[in-house]
């Protein structure tokens, strides 16, 4: 019968590491939201580590346009659930890894009950609503959290709200980025990436997760790692605690699908937000309020009877459309439409 810990020989070889490391990978949970770019080498190196248990959390299905960088996917799986996908072939990597997919959006309302099973989460988004969400949800548990992100050809990773010695918490999102839900940099699909750089971020974010767990004292809270695969230069910059202080969760933006409309057109009050530019040269119909204009028809949002779609390119500015109505008018029913509008405009 052949030795199981045969599989992890090269790094149970590592000074320090040993028999007594590779248990507590063993036994260690680890959580991946977002298995886009990020997510899949994150996973695979997790699991081929030997993390005991992996959730992987989606409700995304897999497009040609993410095969460059999310290389779990092939061209058979297009169309199909990338959780259902990455948990066969992450299975058929390491059998003796238990995989738990999650085919469902991360949302205000589940996920504290999400995360409460696991012992660190590791965020592969791309976009500032769920960091901030998975953000607010690890420092009310007490959970750390494994941040990266990619645009271009610049990557950056940390580890936030990571218990110290002292009995405080390491900074957390907020502290490095307090409005980040107002942020509007463009997503890959737009602003482009480079695919070797999401592979070289999600290693790293791996990278943090098994160091948390078998070496502590080297891992990357209260830093931020910082490069650019043009230059090839990086660099890591110290992060201080603000006095920011979060005390619920922010309410997750609702959203529709473009097939859900279709179904029920009739049933909404369609805005356009984006500007009257774009809104001429494409629209799916509505009328064409801009998002930096909407304080200036509150009148006729409030007169709305019916439930109010708002619709941008790529969904985020319809996002931020959403959180400003509800701000102003918290009981209108208001939905932003999935990820826009950009599929049907570069048909």
Same mark, same amino acid.
């Given at each position: 019968? %052949?030795?199981?810990?045969?599989?992890?020989?090269?790094?149970?070889?590592?000074?320090?590491?040993?028999?007594? %490391?590779?248990?507590?990978?063993?036994?260690?949970?680890?959580?991946?939201?977002?298995?886009?770019?990020?997510?899949?080498?994150?996973?695979?190196?997790?699991?081929?580590?030997?993390?005991?248990?992996?959730?992987?959390?989606?409700? !995304?299905?897999?497009?040609?346009?993410?095969?460059?960088?999310?290389?779990?996917?092939?061209?058979?799986?297009?169309?199909?659930?990338?959780? !259902?996908?990455?948990?066969?072939?992450?299975?058929?990597?390491?059998?003796?890894?238990?995989?738990?997919?999650?085919?469902?959006?991360?949302?205000?309302?589940?996920?504290?009950?999400?995360?409460?099973?696991?012992?660190?989460?590791?965020?592969?988004?791309?976009?500032?609503?769920?960091?901030?969400?998975?953000?607010?949800?690890?420092?009310?548990?007490?959970?750390?959290?494994?941040?990266?992100?990619?645009?271009?050809?610049?990557?950056?990773? %940390?580890?936030?709200?990571?218990?110290?010695?002292?009995?405080?918490?390491?900074?957390?999102?907020?502290?490095?980025?307090?409005?980040?839900?107002?942020?509007?940099?463009?997503?890959?699909?737009?602003?482009?990436?480079?695919?070797?750089?999401?592979?070289?971020?999600?290693?790293?974010?791996?990278?943090?997760?098994?160091?948390?767990?078998?070496?502590?004292?080297?891992?990357?809270?209260?830093?931020?790692?910082?490069?650019?695969?043009?230059?090839?230069?990086?660099?890591?910059?110290?992060?201080?605690?603000?006095?920011?202080?979060?005390?619920?969760?922010?309410?997750?933006?609702?959203?529709?699908?473009?097939?859900?409309?279709?179904?029920?057109?009739?049933?909404?009050?369609?805005?356009?937000?984006?500007?009257?530019?774009?809104?001429?040269?494409?629209?799916?119909?509505?009328?064409?309020?801009?998002?930096?204009?909407?304080?200036?028809?509150?009148?006729?949002?409030? !007169?709305?009877?019916?439930?109010?779609?708002?619709?941008?390119?790529?969904?985020?500015?319809?996002?931020?459309?959403?959180?400003?109505?509800?701000?102003?008018?918290?009981?209108?029913?208001?939905? %932003?439409?999935? !990820?826009?509008?950009?599929?049907?405009?570069?048909?």
């Amino acid at each position: 019968m %052949s030795n199981p810990l045969e599989r992890y020989h090269c790094q149970m070889a590592l000074p320090g590491f040993g028999t007594s %490391s590779q248990e507590l990978l063993k036994n260690a949970k680890v959580l991946i939201v977002g298995m886009g770019g990020l997510g899949c080498p994150s996973a695979q190196y997790l699991a081929s580590s030997g993390i005991g248990t992996i959730g992987i959390a989606d409700d !995304d299905t897999i497009s040609e346009s993410n095969l460059h960088r999310q290389i779990l996917y092939a061209l058979e799986d297009i169309g199909k659930s990338k959780v !259902d996908v990455a948990a066969k072939k992450l299975q058929q990597q390491n059998p003796s890894v238990k995989i738990i997919p999650f085919n469902f959006r991360v949302t205000s309302a589940n996920v504290m009950d999400l995360i409460s099973e696991f012992d660190l989460i590791i965020e592969g988004t791309d976009n500032f609503e769920t960091k901030c969400l998975l953000n607010d949800a690890c420092v009310l548990t007490g959970k750390p959290l494994v941040y990266g992100a990619i645009y271009q050809y610049e990557g950056q990773v %940390s580890i936030w709200n990571v218990l110290q010695k002292d009995g405080t918490y390491s900074p957390n999102y907020r502290d490095v980025f307090p409005n980040a839900e107002e942020s509007q940099v463009p997503n890959c699909r737009e602003g482009g990436v480079l695919p070797t750089l999401a592979g070289i971020v999600g290693c790293m974010q791996a990278n943090e997760a098994i160091k948390y767990f078998t070496n502590p004292e080297d891992s990357l809270a209260g830093k931020l790692w910082m490069m650019n695969v043009l230059n090839g230069k990086t660099q890591i910059i110290k992060l201080r605690k603000t006095s920011v202080q979060i005390t619920g969760l922010p309410q997750t933006v609702e959203t529709i699908t473009f097939e859900q409309l279709m179904q029920k057109k009739d049933h909404f009050e369609i805005i356009d937000v984006r500007t009257p530019q774009e809104h001429e040269q494409f629209n799916i119909g509505g009328i064409n309020f801009p998002v930096e204009e909407l304080q200036n028809h509150s009148d006729y949002i409030s !007169d709305c009877d019916r439930p109010i779609l708002v619709y941008c390119l790529s969904g985020k500015r319809s996002a931020e459309a959403v959180r400003k109505i509800k701000n102003i008018f918290p009981e209108k029913k208001v939905f %932003s439409l999935k !990820d826009g509008i950009q599929k049907l405009h570069y048909k």
